[in-house]
């Protein structure tokens, strides 16, 4: 929806740049998880992951006014990148050791991104208001998450199991504030008199 929206308005006003990059380096990171777990389902869902995100951060980057911040978050994710991508193949030999500290990387990123959309909390209960989350991206995460949760277990794989959890318990929270706080119900601001 944010793409639909910025090549319908050819602007970016009122859409965050953080989630597509964060998204992008935890698609990056399971794509070399699953490379090195040799995993064809992490590769193939991640390879398609990372390339939407891209998009997403080119578009933005198209119809920016302020390019240079962009960029430099952009070239700042690049160079993240290529340091992990140096410490997990140059540094550690060992493939066991490489796979445990890559999951555990993965597993502890995809938990922040999961639990960012609480850092508004405060703000949707003080205002009685659910304006600031998204309908459908919390049906996509439920899903996405209890997928992932439920393919973790089949694969007996706490990396890919542990961090989608908070997922699904995030997004059954967003389910009751949307159930709380309609998005329709929201109380009108009346104008303070001098």
Known sequence: SDLRQMLATKSVENIQFLPFLTTDVNNLSWLGYGCLKQDWTLITVNTIG???????????????????????R?????????TGYGYFTLLI???RTRLARLGL????FTISMYLSPLA????????????C?????????????TSWTLYGL???????????VP??????????????????QDKPYRPLHA
Do not use: E, H
Not at 105 to 108: D, G, L, P, R, Y
Not at 133 to 145: G, K, R, V, Y
Not at 154 to 164: A, G, K, S
């Open 50 to 72: 990372a390339a939407l995100q891209t998009l997403y951060i080119l578009a933005y980057l198209y119809y920016s006014p302020a390019k240079r911040p962009v960029l430099l």
């Open 74 to 82: 952009s070239l700042l994710l690049l160079a993240v990148l290529a």
């Open 93 to 95: 030999a060992d493939t």
């Open 105 to 108: 990387f993965c597993s502890v």
């Open 120 to 131: 508004d909390l405060a703000k949707i209960v003080r205002t009685k208001s659910t304006r």
């Open 133 to 145: 989350l998204s309908f459908p991206l919390t049906i996509a995460t439920f899903l996405a998450s």
């Open 154 to 164: 089949q694969l007996r794989d706490p990396y890919i199991t542990v961090p989608n």
């Open 167 to 184: 997922g699904i318990v995030t997004s059954v929270m967003r389910f009751w504030l949307f159930w709380r706080y309609p998005p329709g």
